[in-house]
Every structure is written in structure tokens, then in C-alpha cells.
């Protein structure tokens, strides 16, 4: 199965992991494989776990990485990487990956109801269960829509485009993807229409909600952290500002020693730092990856180390 998604910051991010040919590293978000195989060429006689909720990136990677015989691939989400560990007799990882989002694979299929490019049935669910964006739209009171158009997409029509959703569903269902991005499109004042494609900000808003993606996200954290070894590493690859700010107030949280006030002569609260960055900025695309792949401008890659 064809399951395209170039990886992004690739090189940036095998070197931030710092792999050591028999540690053992999780991929929890691998997609299409390329980080996952990537890591894998780097290995001897150590092992890759490679994990994705997405049943078709399943069967794109037992395919990929079917040469390997260090690879174990599992279809799970990421926020259930502690379990996971257990469940192969693990106690912990030299390191984690994290690539967050939709793959170019979801939203180049027309039939996963990702893109507002292509006419599809409206669904947006990266797992293919649960709810989907049609129910969103079409069975949420029109608050809670504009507040999830608002929350997760930093839309600034969001209750215009809530009331127009409403106002389109009481003549019938919205359907498909297209009939939606027309009724933002019509929500939007005109000159607003030329900043890019005025949907954009309400498909984001919709696929996260569906699939939790900040919940599963801070959770997904805090598991992949939790196993980690000593010196162990965690990089997360982010592409909107509501993930990266998740992603850089937990890196901070765990690097951050002695929280006594300033005047205090010596510490008295015993904090302890669990961690030390790796890169205290964020590490971002080069202009040539963007130049090769349009996707990738908004990546910022985080890196951390247990102590």
C-alpha cells in the first residue's frame, strides 16, 4: 500500500536522538515509516517499535520494514506507549519520537475527509472509529461547534461560520468536505477570503477535536517520558503553535531546578530538574527542505534528555 509522507526535519531529528546502535527507541507516530526506517538502518542489535493508530500506515509499514528484524509494529495510539513497553517486557526506552499531526497520506486520500481540497465524505478520523466530523457538525449545539472552531483552530469567525453551519443543516446534513469549506467560505467576510483558504483554520480546529489530539498529546508526553532511560531522549516534531506551546511548557516544566523565590538565600523547596534540553530554541526546517516540501514550513522540532 502507498502510504506518502515525506518525513520532516529527518536528519535533524536522527541526530537529536543520538542512537545508539543496541539501544531500543519508540516511534509513535510512524506514519510512513521514514523516520521508523531511518532509525532502524542506525541499528544493530537494538530494536524499533514503531506505532500508529492509522490502520492503513499499519500496512504500509509491516510492508516498508518488513526486512528488518528488530522492528516490531503496533497498531495503538502513542499516549499508551507505558502499556506498550510493559507489554513487550520493557522497562524502558533510550529514546522517543514524536511526529504530531495529520500525514500527508490522510490528507492526499480524498476518502478520509481530511482536506478541503478534495469532495469527500466529512470524517477526519485518523483511527476510522469513533466520532467523526460529520457528527460534529451536524449534531453539536452551534456553541460548542464555534468554540471548538475557536479553541483549536484560533479562528476569529468562529461563530460566524458556527452560525452558518447551523443554518445550512437545518435544510439538510453537510455531507462532504466541499459543501462545508463552501459554507466557511460564505461565513468569512470577502477580503478575509484571500488570506489563504478561509477553511483552513476550521478543518485543523475539526481534526483535532476529533481525535483529541491535545489530550492525547500532553498525555502522550508524560507515557513517553515516563519510560525513558537516563540520558534517554525525547523529540517532538510539531506543525501549529497549540502543539508546540504544549510541547515547549512540558520540556520546560522538566527542566526547571529550584522554584524558591529569587531572595531566598539558599533552596528550600528541593526541586530538582528531570530533564536538560537538548536545543534551547526549537529547530526548524531548513529553506531547501520548504523549497522540497511546502508541508514542512510550519515544523519546529523540541529535544529533551532524562537525567
Known amino acids: 500500500m502507498k502510504f506518502e509522507h515525506k518525513p520532516v526535519l529527518l536528519k535533524e531529528t536522527i541526530e537529536a536522538l543520538d542512537i545508539k546502535p543496541d539501544g531500543v527507541y519508540v516511534d509513535g507516530t510512524a506514519g510512513g515509516g521514514g523516520h521508523s526506517e531511518a532509525i532502524l538502518t542506525r541499528l544493530t542489535t537494538g530494536k524499533l517499535i514503531s506505532i500508529d493508530q492509522d490502520p492503513d500506515a499499519i500496512l504500509a509499514l509491516k510492508d516498508r520494514l518488513s526486512k528488518y528484524s528488530n522492528s516490531i509494529i503496533i497498531q495503538e495510539n502513542f499516549s499508551n506507549m507505558s502499556d506498550i513497553i510493559k507489554s513487550l517486557s520493557m522497562d524502558a526506552v533510550d529514546g522517543v519520537l514524536l511526529d504530531i499531526g495529520v500525514s500527508s497520506h490522510q490528507l492526499d486520500t480524498p476518502s478520509r475527509g481530511f482536506s478541503y481540497h478534495n469532495d469527500a465524505p ?8 469513533g466520532l467523526s466530523a460529520y457528527d460534529v457538525v451536524n449534531k453539536m449545539p452551534e456553541h460548542d461547534i464555534a468554540n471548538i472552531i475557536n479553541n483549536y483552530g484560533e479562528e476569529k469567525f468562529a461563530r460566524s461560520i458556527a452560525r452558518y453551519i447551523l443554518k445550512y443543516r437545518k435544510e439538510m446534513p453537510i455531507k462532504t468536505t ?12 470577502a477580503k478575509f477570503r484571500r488570506e489563504g483558504h478561509p477553511a483552513r483554520k ?9 481525535n483529541s489530539e491535545l489530550d492525547v498529546l500532553s498525555s502522550g508526553l508524560d507515557s513517553a517520558f515516563g519510560i525513558l532511560k537516563s540520558e534517554g531522549r525525547l523529540a517532538v516534531i510539531t506543525f501549529h503553535s497549540l502543539e508546540d506551546r504544549i510541547v515547549k511548557k512540558r520540556m520546560n516544566k522538566w527542566c526547571q531546578g529550584c522554584i524558591c523565590p529569587p531572595d531566598f538565600p539558599v ?6 530538574p528531570e530533564a536538560k534540553l537538548i536545543n534551547k530554541k526549537a529547530i526548524e526546517p531548513t529553506a531547501e527542505e520548504i523549497e522540497q516540501n511546502k508541508r514542512s514550513r510550519s515544523a519546529k522540532l523540541r529535544v529533551c534528555a532524562k537525567l
Open 122 to 129: 466529512l470524517d477526519m478520523r485518523m483511527s476510522k472509529t
Open 178 to 189: 466541499l459543501e462545508l469549506a463552501e459554507i466557511v467560505k460564505e461565513s468569512v467576510p
Open 202 to 210: 476550521t478543518f485543523q480546529a475539526l481534526r483535532i477535536f476529533v
Open 267 to 272: 533552596c528550600v523547596c528541593g526541586n530538582k
